[in-house]
């Protein structure tokens, strides 16, 4: 499978994980830890995509900071979605495992904006990334 094709496959995934975060919004309450959590996937899923796209295989972390540097290497654009990677990266494991993490609906938009502006910025640097499904 060559690189651009391995990079679609992620872009897939984190898109069916934002698709799937916004789908739950409908639920009430909404359950806001899942959806920071599937925010931050995604994100994570499109940067290791880019990495992936650029023939780097992407370190099995869930750091969006780490990942957003390794990025950097590649473009120093990517300072631009610093602050939405460092917004996202406690939810990727905290939200998954019973602690005293005290989210609320603000935090959930944000975390969805920042994840479709991850989105968007990946796409647009590395259009080939995209699928031909892609939204």
Request: aromatic fraction near 8%; charged fraction near 25%; proline fraction near 5%.
């Amino acid at each position: 499978m060559d690189n651009r094709t391995r990079a679609q496959e992620w872009q897939r995934l984190a898109e069916m994980d934002l698709s799937s975060a916004g789908y739950l919004l409908n639920m009430h309450p909404a359950p806001i830890e899942i959806i920071c959590y599937l925010s931050q996937q995604s994100a994570e899923k499109y940067l290791k995509g880019y990495l992936v796209l650029y023939d780097i295989n992407p370190p099995k972390i869930h750091d969006l900071n780490e990942l957003c540097k390794l990025c950097s290497n590649l473009s120093d654009t990517f300072k631009d979605i610093a602050d939405q990677c460092s917004d996202l990266t406690a939810y990727g494991v905290q939200p998954r495992y019973p602690m005293e993490l005290m989210l609320e609906e603000q935090d959930m938009r944000q975390a969805l904006n920042s994840a479709k502006a991850i989105r968007d910025f990946v796409l647009a640097l590395a259009p080939e990334e995209q699928g031909q499904n892609s939204t």
